[in-house]
């Protein structure tokens, strides 16, 4: 069992900036991707950001595209989310997930991360106008 574990997040006015951390338990974590989603009270949960293993590709959902930015630490096991020019509308619980990468490192940047197996507990993210 893969145990995520994330960090950062707090409130910030709107224009500002934020970083998520999450690191996994395990090694064997560099074998999987690894990304970030967010639901918001009364919305769906959607991924905005993953990674592929070794940092080959990375997606993003269009709303956070040029404000966001994933990376993965060299050992593997640890991914950030640095977050600039915040609005609002991301306030939102984050979630740190990880699971099988989809077949190729372009699958990944194209699709995204689908259906994780791990997830962290979340840490929120308030952006006030």
């Known amino acids: 069992q893969v145990q995520l574990v994330e960090s950062g997040g707090g409130s910030v006015q709107a224009g500002g900036a934020l970083s998520l951390s999450c690191t996994a338990s395990k090694d064997t974590t560099i074998y999987l991707c690894m990304g970030w989603f967010r639901q918001a009270p009364g919305k769906e949960r959607e991924e905005v950001a993953s990674i592929y293993r070794s940092a080959l590709s990375s997606h993003y959902a269009d709303s956070v595209k040029g404000r966001f930015t994933i990376s993965r630490d060299n050992a593997g096991n640890t991914i950030h989310l640095q977050m600039n020019s915040l609005q609002p509308e991301d306030t939102a619980m984050y979630y740190c997930?990880?699971?099988?990468?989809?077949?190729?490192?372009?699958?990944?940047?194209?699709?995204?991360?689908?259906?994780?197996?791990?997830w962290g507990r979340g840490t929120q993210v308030t952006v006030s106008s």
């Open positions: 997930a990880a699971g099988p990468c989809p077949g190729t490192w372009f699958d990944l940047e194209r699709d995204g991360l689908k259906n994780p197996d791990y």
